[in-house]
């Protein structure tokens, strides 16, 4: 066993991910709102290692940009997981240390796992014991549980299909041995691809034993399908809804609320079933959030009351105190502390004054065809139900407008603006109708 060694991290992600048959890089594929790859940077940062290396394809422009700031090397061709690992030889020039290669496609891996494999000496490899392990590596092991040879699922016979214990795919060698070890990797097996899983036994030969560390099935499974990364989703999904009850948040129905891996909530926040939690939405403490409502990119205070049935779009702010109703759609817009909107508005592009009350039906028309707009609404302005505001206005501090109104012109402080034709009484004219009608 060796402690302290230096680590460098090489991930691997310039597969094609052709099971996933997707437009999108595999490891761009996002688990709670997060690509799979930063979900696995994160864990190799807890290892604090040298270096972190990502090998991606040519064209995989969008992967290089979300690990920075770690360094991307180009796999030109997809030739196997053993010649993936060539492109980082450069950046591992001098190193020191060991070199633990993970697969971008694994996105849940322990970090105590990972730290049992640095510690031995030599060569280690992870291995779990799924239930189903078709499509993963075999792995035969010597009498005193070292590693023997792995080998793929394609180039198993019948018999070697039952062998229960599979390779997890993720690797820890001297990076002393590395760059020789690659140089001997052949293309002799059914998918003529050059594997990682082959190092091993060349290592063998130069007499190096590959220890077997075990991970448990549940969090060590590759993602190639898309039901695997629904699989993963719903393990995140868990793994986020218990962190948020664990600082002291409520969820009645826990398996119904979906977060982000940035979702932040406070303590004593209630979250009611059905509520989705788009990427950067912070929660301050003592909020309640009402069934079916949807929130992305917000910025929300401490008791705040939001839904039911609410839409919080990004940049928007919602105050300490503020209530946003049901049926309410909130974009790029800040509630003042304790302003309230409680039914059936769309408040666009707007700064709204603290305590303002903007009544039911209210409509900011903040978009011209061309150009959004903003609109100001003052400290405890009373906004009439069914208004319509036609941005860019500005709306003074206590400012009141009647209810159904159109509004296209400032309103100065504490006036009352009135945008809707007058209502005029006819006497008698219903009975004559009536009569005209029904020959009464
Ligand atoms: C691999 C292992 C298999 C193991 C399984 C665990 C090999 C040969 N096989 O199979 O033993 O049981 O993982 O999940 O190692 N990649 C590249 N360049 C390439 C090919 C792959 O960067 O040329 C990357 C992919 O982006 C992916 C990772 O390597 O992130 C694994 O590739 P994948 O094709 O998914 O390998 P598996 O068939 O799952
Ligand atoms: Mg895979």
Same mark, same amino acid.
């Given at each position: 066993?060796?402690?302290?060694?230096?680590?460098?991290?090489?991930?691997?992600?310039?597969?094609?991910?052709?099971?996933?048959?997707?437009?999108?890089?595999?490891?761009?594929? /996002?688990?709670?709102?997060?690509?799979?790859?930063?979900? +696995?940077?994160?864990?190799?940062?807890?290892?604090?290692?040298?270096?972190?290396?990502?090998?991606?394809?040519?064209?995989?422009?969008?992967?290089?940009?979300?690990?920075? /700031?770690?360094?991307?090397?180009?796999?030109?061709?997809?030739?196997?997981?053993?010649?993936?690992?060539?492109?980082?030889?450069?950046?591992?020039?001098?190193?020191?240390?060991?070199?633990?290669?993970?697969?971008?496609?694994?996105?849940?891996?322990?970090?105590?796992?990972? =730290?049992?494999?640095?510690?031995?000496?030599?060569? !280690?490899?992870?291995?779990?014991?799924?239930?189903?392990?078709?499509?993963?590596?075999?792995?035969?092991?010597?009498?005193?549980?070292?590693?023997?040879?792995?080998?793929?699922?394609?180039?198993?016979?019948?018999?070697?299909?039952?062998?229960?214990?599979?390779?997890?795919?993720?690797?820890?060698?001297?990076?002393?041995?590395?760059?020789?070890?690659?140089?001997?990797?052949?293309?002799?097996?059914?998918?003529?691809?050059?594997?990682?899983?082959?190092? /091993?036994?060349?290592?063998?030969?130069? %007499?190096?034993?590959?220890?077997?560390?075990?991970?448990?099935?549940?969090?060590?499974?590759?993602?190639?399908?898309?039901?695997?990364?629904?699989?993963?989703?719903?393990?995140?999904?868990?793994?986020?809804?218990?962190?948020?009850?664990?600082?002291?948040?409520? +969820?009645?129905?826990?398996?119904?609320? $979906?977060? !982000?891996?940035?979702?932040?909530?406070?303590?004593?926040?209630?979250?009611?079933?059905?509520?989705?939690?788009? @990427? %950067?939405? @912070?929660?301050?403490?003592?909020?309640?959030?009402?069934?079916? @409502?949807?929130?992305?990119?917000?910025?929300?205070?401490?008791?705040?009351?939001?839904?039911?049935?609410?839409?919080?779009?990004?940049? @928007?702010?919602?105050?300490?105190?503020?209530?946003?109703?049901?049926?309410?759609?909130?974009?790029?817009?800040?509630?003042?502390?304790?302003?309230?909107?409680?039914?059936?508005?769309?408040? %666009?592009?707007?700064?709204?004054?603290?305590?303002?009350?903007?009544?039911?039906?209210?409509?900011?028309?903040? $978009?011209?065809?061309?150009?959004?707009?903003?609109?100001?609404?003052?400290?405890?302005?009373?906004?009439?139900?069914?208004?319509?505001?036609?941005?860019?206005?500005?709306?003074?501090?206590?400012?009141?407008?009647?209810?159904?109104?159109?509004?296209?012109?400032?309103?100065?402080?504490?006036?009352?603006?009135?945008?809707?034709?007058?209502?005029?009484?006819?006497?008698?004219?219903?009975? =004559?109708?009536?009569?005209?009608? !029904?020959? =009464?």
């Amino acid at each position: 066993m060796t402690e302290n060694t230096p680590i460098a991290v090489v991930i691997l992600a310039a597969g094609k991910g052709t099971r996933m048959k997707s437009d999108l890089p595999k490891v761009m594929h /996002p688990i709670a709102g997060r690509p799979m790859i930063n979900w +696995l940077i994160e864990t190799a940062e807890k290892l604090n290692p040298e270096k972190i290396i990502v090998v991606t394809a040519p064209d995989m422009d969008d992967v290089a940009k979300a690990v920075r /700031p770690y360094q991307t090397v180009v796999q030109k061709q997809q030739r196997g997981t053993g010649d993936a690992v060539r492109p980082a030889l450069d950046m591992l020039k001098g190193f020191q240390g060991k070199v633990l290669i993970l697969l971008g496609d694994e996105p849940f891996l322990d970090k105590n796992i990972l =730290e049992k494999m640095i510690k031995w000496d030599g060569l !280690s490899v992870m291995a779990v014991r799924p239930l189903s392990p078709a499509g993963l590596g075999r792995m035969v092991v010597h009498d005193d549980g070292t590693l023997d040879r792995i080998i793929e699922d394609k180039d198993c016979t019948p018999e070697q299909k039952e062998i229960r214990l599979c390779n997890a795919g993720n690797f820890c060698i001297p990076n002393a041995h590395l760059e020789n070890w690659l140089a001997q990797l052949k293309t002799d097996n059914t998918q003529k691809e050059y594997y990682l899983t082959d190092i /091993p036994q060349i290592a063998e030969k130069e %007499g190096f034993l590959t220890y077997v560390v075990e991970a448990d099935a549940q969090w060590v499974w590759g993602i190639n399908t898309r039901s695997e990364l629904a699989e993963h989703e719903r393990m995140a999904q868990t793994m986020l809804r218990n962190k948020a009850m664990e600082n002291g948040a409520t +969820l009645i129905d826990p398996n119904t609320v $979906y977060l !982000s891996a940035d979702t932040k909530i406070g303590k004593d926040v209630v979250i009611e079933p059905n509520v989705y939690f788009g @990427s %950067g939405v @912070s929660v301050g403490d003592h909020t309640v959030i009402h069934a079916f @409502s949807h929130i992305e990119g917000a910025q929300i205070e401490a008791n705040v009351e939001i839904g039911p049935f609410a839409r919080i779009r990004p940049k @928007s702010v919602l105050k300490q105190g503020a209530v946003v109703g049901n049926f309410i759609e909130v974009n790029r817009s800040v509630m003042g502390a304790g302003a309230k909107s409680k039914h059936l508005s769309y408040l %666009g592009d707007a700064i709204i004054g603290d305590k303002a009350n903007i009544g039911a039906g209210t409509v900011i028309a903040n $978009y011209d065809g061309f150009n959004k707009h903003t609109t100001t609404i003052g400290e405890k302005a009373f906004i009439g139900t069914n208004s319509t505001i036609v941005a860019p206005v500005e709306i003074g501090n206590g400012a009141m407008i009647a209810a159904g109104s159109t509004i296209n012109k400032d309103i100065p402080d504490n006036a009352m603006a009135v945008g809707r034709a007058r209502q005029k009484n006819y006497a008698g004219w219903a009975t =004559e109708y009536r009569k005209a009608k !029904s020959g =009464e």
